[in-house]
């Protein structure tokens, strides 16, 4: 079986966590998580970095330092994780859901305006498989009608958008405030991770309170104050040394796992076109202003029908393919809230949507091979 998933391992996780161990600090906020941080920073041009237990946690951090409260209007695409959406509900909001654009699932820009109301304070835009939206667009939209604009990043450590000049700027450095997950299905991982991205310095004084369980500790230990005290809301959201131990490992094989899994993609992109051309099947598309991180191969197949059965054939072959999101304005929880137009794009994805399987370790002629046997 060629499994979907398989983390990248260097083999210097466990001495790093051993040393965090022996400093006698597995808390959080320490030289691990310090030194990752910094890496990010300087390596990304990004503001300041806040690694969280996940990147859902960085989500309801950004929540609350947003201010997002009852009746606030949260514009997001429907067509992406949960948690994207938990957050904001979780504070009251009221998510307003856009369509993907037709050549890729990340949010149609062009579909955000008419969305947009008095109360609308947060537009959250989701770089699906590391491929980026229209961050000029977006944030000019944002600057028109003054609202704040997250990056739910997840998937998009190490990608870039073209801007007009083609200059390349990280994914996670454009919005006021951005999220990264180092879940074990991303390019880089600790298990269980995330990060919070502040590039707006409005955000900064209360973003290390609110990731300090809503308390002014850092201050404290800065001198700035004498007794530590609840300042305002919060929970706990500070990644453990033992995580951040196992990230740095990570972090030092970004360029060789990115490499590696680059290589995967373009082997996949190249094998398969005319058999997608063939059976009506449109492989993944990266518009002309994205540069990506080969975080997900995917291809759209023509029905629901032909995606069920496609998956079956893969599956008679040993390989493990799957599909991803079902639109979060159909699903169980918010059905019946929903009254806005129809997202006929982000239904395409719900049902036509197929990943391959991509990781540092995998062979991926061997997949190849399976898929050319398969009739769409
Ligand atoms: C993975 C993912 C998340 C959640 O990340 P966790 O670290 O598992 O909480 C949120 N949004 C998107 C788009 C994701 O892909």
């Known amino acids: ?65 947003c201010d997002v409260k009852q009746g606030d209007e949260v514009i997001m695409p ?43 304070k947060v537009i959250v835009v989701v770089h699906y498989a590391g491929v980026a939206c229209d961050m000029d667009k977006i944030m000019l939209l944002a600057h028109k009608y003054n609202i704040l604009v997250v990056e739910d990043a997840a998937q998009a450590i190490d990608s870039y958008y073209l801007d007009q000049m083609k200059r390349r700027i990280p994914l996670g450095a454009i919005g006021h405030l951005s999220t990264f997950s180092f879940h074990e299905t991303k390019n880089i991982t600790c298990g269980e991770g995330g990060m919070l991205v502040v590039n707006d310095s409005r955000f900064l004084q209360r973003a290390e309170i609110v990731w300090e369980k809503g308390t002014n500790r850092a201050g404290f230990f800065r001198g700035e104050v004498a007794k530590y005290s609840w300042v305002d809301l919060g929970s706990s959201f500070v990644l453990s040394e033992i995580n951040a131990a196992f990230l740095w490992a990570q972090l030092e094989n970004l360029d060789k796992i990115q490499e590696r899994r680059m290589a995967h993609w373009m082997a996949y992109r190249h094998a398969l076109q005319s058999w997608a051309t063939e059976m009506g099947i449109v492989l993944a598309g990266i518009p002309e202003y994205a540069c990506h991180n080969a975080h997900i191969f995917y291809f759209v197949c023509p029905g629901l029908e032909s995606r069920e059965n496609v998956l079956k054939q893969l599956k008679e072959r040993g390989v493990q393919a799957v599909f991803h999101y079902q639109s979060l304005h159909s699903s169980p929880y918010f059905q019946g809230g929903y009254d806005g137009p129809i997202l006929s794009e982000a239904d395409k994805y719900s049902d036509c949507l197929i990943r391959l399987p991509l990781f540092f370790e995998l062979e991926p002629a061997q997949v190849i091979e399976k898929i050319l046997e398969v009739v769409a």
């Open 78 to 120: 429907s067509y992406t994780f949960v948690s994207t959406a938990n957050a904001f509900a979780l504070r009251g909001a009221q998510i307003v859901f856009a369509d993907s654009r037709p050549d890729h699932p990340g949010v149609d820009e062009k579909r955000i305006e008419s969305l947009i109301t008095e109360r609308t």
């Open 1 to 65: 079986m060629i499994t979907f998933n398989k983390p990248y391992y260097s083999g210097k996780e466990v001495d790093y966590i051993q040393s965090a161990v022996r400093q006698g600090s597995i808390s959080g906020n320490g030289d691990f998580g310090r030194k990752c941080q910094q890496y990010l920073e300087q390596r990304y041009g990004f503001g300041k970095c806040f690694l969280t237990t996940s990147c859902t946690q960085a989500l309801e951090m950004a929540a609350l330092l």
